[in-house]
T-cell receptor, first 116, second 119 residues
């Protein structure tokens, strides 16, 4: 089955720890995205990548880091600098090219991160 | 900058009645517009999109949306609601990119509207 896989589904982090959320896609999509979802605030963009070895900050990048070494993978690290990391994290991908941009994004099932 | 407003936190409708979930947008040029649905503790599922052409767009599960450029709106509609339509609905927008435009290439989402369909 083609799709986007996020792991783990639930993640618990202690104060001061870095944690990495996995996102893998086998759709052969160029573009990948990370969003954070908090109740009543909708989805906010953390980072996005249009192509391998390139990524851009979104609206709330502080305290997060990403890498895009392979087309299929876009892991997100939540660092200890992120002061309020408890949230639902969603990864997405789309076919996209620099010129097009009219394609919908496909989402993974999300990772719920809780600080304990 | 691109932005989306969903003015209603919640919409309640009786099963069998028509439903409307409102969305207005702001972009610097022309928009691509999308609707997604989210069930509890799940990712978002794509419903429909407006790219160009006919202002009435038909999508999955009997949903449709009407693009109104003068009102900068893209309201989601369904003629007859089902209890199973109860979920969280998100509207999203992005500017139509140009070859020389190296700006933002990601969707901007609204805050979401919870649809509750009563039996």
């Amino acid at each position: 089955d083609g799709g986007i896989t996020q792991s783990p589904k639930y993640l618990f982090r202690k104060e001061g720890q870095n944690v990495t959320l996995s996102c893998e896609q086998n759709l052969n999509h160029d573009a990948m995205y990370w969003y954070r979802q908090d109740p009543g605030q909708g989805l906010r963009l953390i980072y996005y990548s249009q192509i391998v070895n390139d990524f851009q900050k979104g609206d709330i990048a502080e305290g997060y880091s990403v890498s895009r070494e392979k087309k299929e993978s876009f892991p997100l690290t939540v660092t200890s600098a992120q002061k309020n990391p408890t949230a639902f994290y969603l990864c997405a991908s789309s076919i996209d090219s620099v010129i097009r941009g009219n394609t919908e994004a496909f989402f993974g099932q999300g990772t719920r991160l809780t600080v304990v | 900058a691109q932005s989306v407003a969903q003015p209603e936190d919640q919409v309640n409708v009786a099963e069998g009645n028509p439903l409307t979930v409102k969305c207005t947008y702001s972009v610097s040029g022309n928009p691509y517009l999308f609707w997604y649905v989210q069930y509890p503790n799940r990712g978002l599922q794509f419903l429909l999109k407006y790219i160009t052409g006919d202002n009435l767009v038909k999508g999955s599960y009997g949903f449709e949306a009407e693009f109104n450029k003068s009102q900068t709106s893209f309201h989601l509609k369904k003629p007859s609601a089902l209890v199973s339509d109860s979920a969280l609905y998100f509207c999203a927008v992005r500017d139509i990119p140009t070859f020389m435009d190296t700006g933002r290439r990601a969707l901007t989402f609204g805050s979401g509207t919870r649809l509750q369909v009563q039996p």
